[in-house]
């Protein structure tokens, strides 16, 4: 089964935990001191904001999938829609390890397809794979990011 996945960069985290713990009547499933996410059923969504050096808004969007096969299969879907798919293994980020494949759609907007396979202590830096940078540049490089500096590259 598979779960829409939202990430939006906040300015005022505190403010926004409150908010959101308000709207969707419940507190954060997971609480960081730059991180919160609400895993809700009703509706489905992997609901996520940080406070990170992006502009506030919208980070990306995506969708949580149960198993390799299952993100195997979308990012498959995507390829035979004229995408270009850049695939990262193991990426650590948002306090999670995942095997992710990153698309734009038609108008720009990024999209994350993810299995999570773990957690992470930090809220992560991942490295896109060797094979995503070359298949699909443009979309690797360009990716919502993780961290603070320069060399960042794709991450939930």
């Known amino acids: 089964m598979q779960r829409l ?7 005022d985290l505190d ?4 908010f959101y713990s308000t709207l969707f ?8 001191p730059d991180y919160a996410k609400w895993m809700l ?3 489905r969504v992997n609901f996520a904001i940080s406070r990170r050096d992006a502009a506030s808004g919208v980070d990306h ?6 198993s390799g096969g299952e993100l195997g299969d979308v990012a498959q ?3 035979a829609a004229g995408a270009e798919v850049a695939e990262q293994k193991q990426a650590a980020c948002c306090y999670a390890r995942s095997d992710k494949a990153w698309v734009k759609d038609p108008d720009g907007v990024s999209w994350e ?5 773990g957690a992470v202590t930090t809220y992560g830096e991942d490295t896109a794979s060797k094979a995503a940078a070359k298949t699909a540049p443009a979309v690797a490089a360009e990716s919502p990011r993780c961290g603070s500096d320069a060399g960042r590259t794709a991450c939930c």
């Open 77 to 79: 879907r995507l390829t």
């Open 15 to 18: 403010r926004s935990i409150a």
């Open 113 to 117: 397809t993810f299995h999570t396979t």
């Open 61 to 66: 969007l995506g969708i949580q999938v149960e």
């Open 41 to 43: 059923d009703d509706p």
């Open 5 to 11: 996945h939202v990430h939006v960069a906040v300015s």
């Open 25 to 32: 009547n419940t507190a954060p499933t997971v609480l960081k």
